[in-house]
C-alpha cells in the first residue's frame, strides 16, 4: 500500500542561507514547514547552513582570522615592541577550530528549527510537480512523496568544472578541498581572480604559499569601481599576490606530485609547474535533477531557474531564491533576503527587495565592500556625478591599527547630491558599508553624511571625510592633496 502523503503549507528544498531563513521565516509566520537538505560533512551527517556555512565564506572567514595571526606574528608584531619567536603552525588545529565554528553555528540554525518546529528531512529532493517532493533518504532506500501548497527552490550552486582542469581533489582542487588542506602548498596556482580565487589567494599567502593567480580577463576585478581594483591590484601585488592577466588557462598535467599548467597570453603559451592548483572560476546553479522533467520547471539561457521580479517561477506557487537565480549576484545575504520575500508573500505580505541598494564584499585582507553604483557605470550613462575620496592613512585609526592602506570613495549626484554609489577598501570596508546601505536606503544626501557625526577615532570616519571631501572640506586632509 502506498505510504500516505504528508501534506505541508511550504517545503522548502535546501538549507543554505536562502532556504533555512526562507524556512524559518515561513514558520514565524504560521506555516506548516518542512525544509529538505542533502549536505552531508565529513562524519556524513547532516549539516545545515549549504555552502556558505558548510565550504565557503564562514569556512574562508574563519581560515583567514588564523592566517592573519599567523602573519601578524611572524612579520608585524615586532613593531608593537613585542617578540614572538619560534613561531609555529598546527594546521590540523586551524582546521578543528574552522570546523568547529561551522558545528556551532549548524547547531544553531537546527535549534531554530525546532523552536518553530520545523520538519527537518535529510534527503535529497526532487521536485515532481507544483504540489509534490519526491525524497530520497541518502542511504537510497525507498523514496517517499510529501506535499505543499508552496515549493521555496533554494539548492544554491556549485563550481564550473573546466575541462582544462579536471579536479582530483589531490592535485587540482575546488574551493571546498582548498579550505581543508592538510598541509601548506609550497607554490600554489589558482585559476580565477575573482572572488574566491582571491579569498583563497589571501588565507594561503598569509600561512606561506607562493601564490600565482591566473586570469582570463585583461582587466582586473570588473565588479568594483575600477579605482578600488586598481588599488586593490596595488596592494594585492605588494603583499606578494602574482597576478597574471589575460593569461587564459589551456591544459594540466599532473607528474611527480606537481601540476604543469598550460595558459595563453597576448605573447603566446606559457608553462607553470605549481605544487596544487585551485579551480575558482566561477559557480553554476544547482538545477540538476532538481526537478522532474514533467515538473517544467523553465531555465533561462544561461541554466538559472527562470523567474518574475518576485523570484516566482513559471509554475503557480513555486518560488526560486539564491544562487538558482539570476536576480542579483551569488551572495549569501542576497539569498537572505529573498528567503524573507518569498515567505512573507506566500503569507500574503508583499515588501520588494531593492537589488540596486544590495552590498557586495570581498573578504581578504583589507576587505572591498561596495553598494550602489560606480563611477564608470555612471559615466557611460552619462550621469552628472561629483566624488569624495578620502584615504585610509589619513585616518587616525586606521594608524593606531596599524593598517592604514585604502580606500572609501563617495559619489553623489552633482545636482541633488544623492548619494549613488559607496566603495571601499580597507580594514572593517564589510562593517562599514553598512552605514552606506542605510544612508541610500533613506536616499540620504552625501552632506547628510558630512554632517553625521561620527565617534572619533574610528575607520567610519572616513566615510564621513569622504563625503566632506565632496564639497574640499575633509578635516583630517589638506584641501588640495586629495587623492586624484
Ligand atoms: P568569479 O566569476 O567571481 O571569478 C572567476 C574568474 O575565473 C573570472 O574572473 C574568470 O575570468 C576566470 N576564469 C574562468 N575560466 C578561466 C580560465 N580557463 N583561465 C583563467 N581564468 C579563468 O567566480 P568565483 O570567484 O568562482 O565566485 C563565484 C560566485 O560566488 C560569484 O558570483 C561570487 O560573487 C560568489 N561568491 C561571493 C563571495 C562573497 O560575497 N564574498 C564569496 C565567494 C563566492
Not at 521555496?152 to 582544462?164: K, N, Q
Request: negative net charge; aromatic residues 4%; glycine residues 6%.
Amino acid at each position: 500500500m502506498p505510504k500516505q502523503q504528508i501534506h505541508y503549507d511550504v517545503i522548502v528544498i535546501g538549507a543554505g542561507p536562502a532556504g533555512y531563513v526562507s524556512a524559518i521565516r515561513c514558520a514565524q509566520l504560521g506555516l506548516k514547514t518542512a525544509c529538505v537538505d542533502n549536505w552531508r560533512n565529513s562524519k556524513l551527517q547532516s549539516s545545515l547552513g549549504g555552502t556558505y556555512l558548510n565550504a565557503g565564506c564562514v569556512s574562508s572567514i574563519a581560515l583567514l582570522e588564523s592566517a592573519k595571526i599567523y602573519h601578524l606574528l611572524n612579520h608585524e608584531i615586532d613593531s608593537h615592541g613585542i617578540h614572538a619567536e619560534n613561531i609555529s603552525m598546527d594546521i590540523a588545529q586551524m582546521m578543528q577550530r574552522k570546523d568547529k565554528i561551522i558545528e556551532t553555528l549548524s547547531n544553531k540554525i537546527v535549534d531554530i528549527f525546532a523552536h518553530h518546529k520545523i520538519s527537518r528531512i535529510h534527503a535529497q529532493a526532487k521536485m515532481l510537480n507544483a504540489r509534490q517532493v519526491e525524497i530520497t533518504p541518502l542511504d537510497h532506500s525507498a523514496p517517499s512523496i510529501i506535499q505543499a501548497k508552496n515549493i521555496i527552490l533554494a539548492a544554491g550552486s556549485s563550481p564550473i568544472d573546466l575541462s582544462c582542469a579536471p579536479i582530483d581533489n589531490e592535485f587540482i582542487i575546488d574551493s571546498t578541498t582548498a579550505l581543508s588542506l592538510n598541509s601548506v602548498p609550497k607554490k600554489l596556482g589558482i585559476i580565477g581572480a575573482g572572488v574566491i580565487g582571491l579569498e583563497l589567494a589571501n588565507i594561503w599567502s598569509r600561512l606561506g604559499s607562493e601564490i600565482i593567480l591566473l586570469e582570463a580577463q585583461e582587466n582586473f576585478l570588473t565588479l568594483p569601481d575600477q579605482q578600488i581594483s586598481r588599488e586593490a591590484y596595488r596592494i594585492y601585488t605588494q603583499q606578494g599576490l602574482e597576478m597574471r592577466l589575460g593569461a587564459r588557462v589551456v591544459s594540466t598535467k599532473k607528474s611527480h606530485k606537481k601540476v604543469t599548467v598550460e595558459y595563453q597570453d597576448n605573447e603566446g603559451l606559457h608553462c607553470l609547474r605549481v605544487d596544487k592548483l585551485i579551480v575558482a572560476s566561477g559557480r553554476k546553479p544547482n538545477t540538476e535533477n532538481l526537478a522532474a522533467e514533467e515538473a517544467n520547471l523553465m531555465l533561462d539561457e544561461n541554466g538559472f531557474v527562470h523567474v518574475d521580479e518576485n523570484c516566482l517561477t513559471t509554475l503557480p506557487g513555486v518560488y526560486a531564491i539564491g544562487d538558482l537565480t539570476s536576480l542579483g549576484p551569488m551572495l549569501a545575504h542576497k539569498g537572505i533576503e529573498e528567503g524573507v520575500f518569498v515567505a512573507e508573500q506566500i503569507a500574503g505580505i508583499y515588501t520588494p527587495i531593492n537589488y540596486d541598494i544590495l552590498p557586495s564584499v570581498i573578504y581578504t585582507e583589507p576587505e572591498i565592500a561596495w553598494v550602489g553604483q560606480t563611477e564608470q557605470a555612471l559615466r557611460a550613462i552619462g550621469e552628472n556625478i561629483k566624488i569624495g575620496t578620502f584615504p585610509l592613512s589619513a585616518a587616525t585609526r586606521s594608524h593606531v591599527m596599524g593598517n592604514p592602506e585604502g580606500l572609501v570613495k563617495i559619489i553623489a549626484h552633482a545636482d541633488t547630491d544623492t548619494i549613488l554609489g559607496v566603495h571601499i577598501i580597507g580594514a572593517q570596508a564589510s562593517e562599514l558599508i553598512a552605514e552606506a546601505v542605510l544612508a541610500m536606503e533613506f536616499s540620504a544626501c552625501s552632506e547628510d553624511l558630512a554632517r553625521t557625526i561620527h565617534a572619533h577615532p574610528t575607520i567610519s570616519e572616513a566615510l564621513q571625510e569622504a563625503a566632506l571631501s565632496l564639497e574640499k572640506r575633509t578635516l583630517h586632509l589638506p584641501v588640495g592633496k586629495l587623492p586624484s
